[in-house]
């Protein structure tokens, strides 16, 4: 019998504390199959990120995506029309567009606040203040120059994320007042699934100054800092951890969670832990091989309270009745098995 509702329960692992039940955090809301309200809700501003869901999207600062239909529609940098030729001009490519220069921050964070279909008594709200770091930089470039202007061009980088910075920030400063958020989200995919793309040292030359700047506005709340990082990032947690995340998904396997564990405790909130990887991506997978899966990552890495579940299947197209169907066999028994997991 639960007591607590689902932000509350969230809240408690995010505070250190031990939950009623394993919370499941939400990328998109509701999480199919499971009834009630979600646990969290991300609050990000529609002028700085739009629709990234679209085909022919283009970013704030130019950048121009494509829709893939291998990872269900998902828009990605169109391959090899970098905007960015030359780091040591970035001023000439990168400026602030007309359309954000007089926005009144304020007044769309209150529109935008009232459109969230949610209960602010039952759902936390995840605020993401803002972008312009590593890929960013990677998004206006290209990996391969852009890891080579971090090499060679190293105060060129320094102030094109500066220049990012600057124009955030402050918007961020608006926005936090008015909606009053109950966790402040960074994220920067770095690493990729087997390696990170920068060494621990790059990253705290690079990115940490920046990100120990917004961390400001969480440790100044006292508000728990969720970091997003993909991959094998877990060489840069030590750090992340001195300016002040405690949460970090979605955690991949390809990471020494049990080791992060073991070295942090609940000082660290490990948000992922399942993949779908092996026999669970073939077509004959049975829905109880799904559902042991689910049953097996919560065993193994829920036990000290410390967990939140944040993974699923990746669609296969747009149009995917069997990824949906897996997904909610998988939430189902995570929403089951994780509601008695601590009774």
Sequence with gaps: MTTL??????????RGQMPEWVPIYSYFGATSGVEGPPAN??????????????????????????????VGGTSLPTPNEFILKDITKWGDYIKIPDRVKDVDWKAVAEAELKN????????????????????????????????SAMLE?????????????????????????????????LGDDAATEKNPFISPAMYREFLIPIFREYSFLAVERGLPLDMHLCGHGEAFIPDLIRIGVN???PVQLSNDIEGLQARFGRNLVIC?????????????????????SAREAID?????????????YVPMSTNDPLTEHWNEVLHIEVDRYGKTFYN
């Design 247 to 249: 949460c970090w998904e």
């Design 272 to 292: 992922g832990g399942w993949e779908s990887r092996g026999r669970l991506t073939e077509l004959d997978v049975t829905d109880e091989e799904i559902r042991a």
């Design 153 to 185: 061009e190293p105060d060129y980088v320094k102030e094109l994320l500066q220049f990012f910075f600057d124009f955030y920030m402050p918007i961020a400063k608006q926005v936090i007042d008015i909606i009053n958020p109950d966790v402040i989200g």
């Design 5 to 14: 509702t689902p932000k509350e329960n969230m809240m408690r692992v995010l």
């Design 41 to 70: 809700m991300g609050f990000r501003l529609s002028p700085l990120f739009g629709d990234r869901s679209q085909a022919g999207f283009t970013d704030l600062w130019g950048v121009p995506y494509t829709s893939v239909e291998e």
């Design 116 to 147: 969230l279909p949610f209960d602010r008594e039952t759902t936390s709200l995840w605020y993401s203040p803002g972008g312009g770091t590593f890929l960013q930089l990677m998004n206006l470039m290209g990996f391969e120059a852009g890891l």
């Design 300 to 312: 193994k890495y829920a036990r000290n309270g410390g967990f939140m579940w944040a993974s699923g």
